[in-house]
């Protein structure tokens, strides 16, 4: 069973930055859109950045020009470096997977990881 293992979470100060890091784990042949997602408190989660294999890209409104989502392929992982972090970016970030292709032929689709926290408060 593929797991997302995420990390890189923590307290950085306004301005500061970050780099979350996913991992998508088990025996995969491939995987199509990674992407980041959030959640604030009591508020819903909300996307934050995505890529495709091919490595296009797609950005909230919120992360442009901030944050830049990057993978590797052969390593199934992929990354969020965030700049400029601002109070607002506070939440649990989420790693996502939409379709993992196994070498069996068979896909496991929409994946979560367990989520890492991101505070930014000085």
């Known amino acids: 069973q593929v797991q997302l293992v995420e990390s890189g979470g923590g307290l950085v100060q306004p301005g500061g930055s970050l780099r979350l890091s996913c991992e998508a784990s088990?025996?995969?042949?491939?995987?199509?859109?990674m992407g980041w997602y959030r959640q604030a408190p009591g508020k819903q989660r909300e996307f934050v950045a995505s890529?495709?294999?091919?490595?296009?890209?797609d950005y909230a409104d919120s992360a442009k020009g901030r944050f830049t989502i990057s993978r590797d392929n052969a390593k199934n992982t992929v990354w969020l470096q965030m700049n400029n972090l601002k109070p607002e970016d506070t939440a649990v970030y989420y790693c996502?997977?939409?379709?993992?292709?196994?070498?069996?032929?068979?896909?496991?689709?929409?994946?979560w990881g367990q989520g890492t926290q991101v505070t930014v408060s000085s």
């Open positions: 996502n997977v939409d379709a993992v292709l196994l070498p069996s032929g068979i896909y496991e689709y929409d994946k």
């Open positions: 088990g025996t995969i042949y491939s995987v199509n859109k």
């Open positions: 890529i495709f294999r091919t490595s296009a890209t």
